[in-house]
């Protein structure tokens, strides 16, 4: 009887059975490095490997982008309109990848890594990071629009010298 109370403690300190922790699971991402303009877009993988004897699910694989000197701050959804997806299983020693596209809408140094947790779990296993390098572009003929930048004030002018000489001659002609 005296022990009752012990035992009832531990009970309530251990976890539940069904909790589940991130040990076996590891997460990666490709490529290790970016170097890109702002508005391109790039492709990243992150690969999850079931390293356990055990069934494992549902899990979410989540990417998060930061700038780790703090220089610039960083908004990831406007990077990807997804930084969640969910898995809903994963069979021993499987491994799935997934793919994300981002597109940088600021120029700078940034970090990507991805995490994988489960629902329960006491754990969260976190992947390498990606160093992502945006140069910034300066162009002259953005998205092509230099042509109708210059060329429709020249021909609105044109018509407007055709039609302001027009009208001088109509006039002079009257008289």
């Known amino acids: 009887m005296k022990y ?3 035992v009832a403690l ?3 300190v251990v ?3 069904s909790a589940q922790t991130m040990d076996g699971m ?3 991402v490709e490529p290790a490095s970016i170097t890109t303009t702002l508005g391109s877009t790039e492709e990243i993988r992150v ?3 079931n390293d356990t004897d055990a069934w494992i699910g549902p899990i979410a694989v989540h990417i998060d982008i930061t700038d780790p000197r703090s220089e610039t701050s960083v908004d990831p959804e406007d990077w990807t309109p997804f930084l969640t997806r969910e898995v809903a299983s994963l069979d021993p ?3 799935q990848v997934l793919r994300w596209e981002i597109q940088p809408i600021s120029s700078g140094s940034f970090s990507l890594y991805g995490v994988v947790l489960a629902p329960d779990a006491a754990e969260l296993a976190a992947s ?3 160093t992502i390098d945006v140069e910034m572009t300066r162009t002259l003929n953005p998205e092509g629009v230099l042509p109708v930048a210059i060329g ?3 021909i609105v002018g044109a018509f407007l010298v055709a039609n302001t000489r027009r009208h001088r001659t109509l006039r002079h002609g009257d008289t």
């Open 152 to 154: 429709m004030p020249l």
């Open 47 to 49: 690969t999850v490997h």
């Open 15 to 17: 976890q539940p059975v």
């Open 93 to 95: 020693g499987e491994v």
């Open 26 to 28: 590891r997460v990666s």
């Open 128 to 130: 390498n990071v990606v």
């Open 4 to 6: 009752l109370g012990a």
């Open 10 to 12: 531990a009970l309530l």
